[in-house]
């Protein structure tokens, strides 16, 4: 991955007036170093679920894995299991084991733990900038630009508005825009409550880290944008379902990036999601990161379980 040149030209959107910088950067991926290759991290948002947000572990991992490697490589891939529950209630330990070295790659081993237990692992390869003559990539979907589009905050204020939404609906929506999450979205095509039972298992969000995060290290956008690519991404195997079933219980088992061109964590880019299959009280779901100028910047997938509630026989007379 070569390093960031003209993205102001490339993905549109000066930067904010002043230093408001981002939370992301400031506090959320901002590790605490103990020892050589031993950081300790706090956390910022915890879910109503009181589970760590996997996507502050995946962005944490990789920040402590970016310290161990020169400046002139970046991050093209990772591949993470998440083995046990975060703790909120404590700190977080990284541990940063330095595989390989190499001449074009080099690859590090991170280990998150808890109670001296790993809650999570991790393996990230980084890669001294090469020129390739063979490229190719997808289209970028044909949407709505961001600026035409609602906000989430005023998305979810007129769903709440609808006397026709169901209370269990009410309830969730309630239970989102309470969260203080440090990243901006804006859904394309949001389904009205008439279209909530014809869901297909696939989303499109524009989005972005809150605040200011700057040219600076491409490193730590790909931090951020570890940390974006996990939200609201498994919830995308539930789309076609959720009419029908509770979902008890929801929690990502491995996660996979690949870094594919420079791009701004904190200027709007499109999230494209779907999920191939679901089954086996597991759901799959893949991902693609665009830059607004069309360049597929990162690509992801994800596996995670997935329990419903037991249906009360009643509810189908």
Not at 178 to 188: F, L, M, R
Request: overall charge negative.
């Amino acid at each position: 991955m070569s390093p960031p040149q003209d993205l102001e030209d490339e993905q549109g959107g000066g930067d904010p007036p002043g230093d408001l910088r981002s939370v992301l950067v400031t506090s959320v991926l901002n590790l605490e170093p103990l020892d050589e290759d031993l950081y300790r991290g706090r956390h910022y948002w915890v879910p109503s679920t009181q589970r760590l947000f996997g996507g502050q572990i995946v962005g944490q991992a990789l920040v402590a894995a970016a310290k161990s490697v020169s400046e002139d490589v970046h991050v093209h891939s990772l591949h993470c299991y998440f083995v046990r529950k975060g703790d909120p209630k404590v700190p977080v330990l990284y541990q940063v084991e330095r595989t390989r070295t190499g001449a074009s790659f080099s690859v590090r081993f991170v280990k998150a733990v808890q109670h001296g237990r790993p809650i999570f692992i991790c393996q990230a390869s980084f890669q001294k900038a090469q020129p390739s003559p063979m490229q190719h990539q997808f289209s970028m979907p044909a949407v709505s630009p961001p600026e035409e589009l609602l906000s989430h905050e005023a998305l979810i204020e007129q769903y709440l508005r609808d006397p026709k939404l169901q209370e269990k609906y009410r309830v969730g929506l309630n239970q989102i825009a309470a969260q203080e999450v440090p990243i901006e979205i804006k859904v394309v095509n949001p389904p009205t409550l008439g279209q909530l039972k014809e869901m297909e298992p696939r989303q499109m969000f524009w989005v972005r880290a809150q605040g200011y995060i700057g040219e600076g290290d491409m490193k730590m956008h790909c931090c951020v944008a570890a940390y974006i690519s996990d939200y609201a991404f498994l919830g995308t195997a539930v789309l076609p379902h959720h009419w029908q079933y509770e979902v008890d219980f929801m929690v990502s088992l491995d996660h996979t990036m690949w870094f594919h061109a420079p791009f701004r964590a904190d200027h709007w880019m499109l999230y494209e999601c779907e999920s191939p299959w679901a089954g086996g009280s597991r759901g799959l779901v893949h991902g693609r990161l665009w830059r607004q100028d069309g360049v597929l910047a990162v690509s992801c997938a994800q596996e995670g379980v997935i329990r419903v509630k037991p249906q009360d026989p009643k509810s189908n007379l």
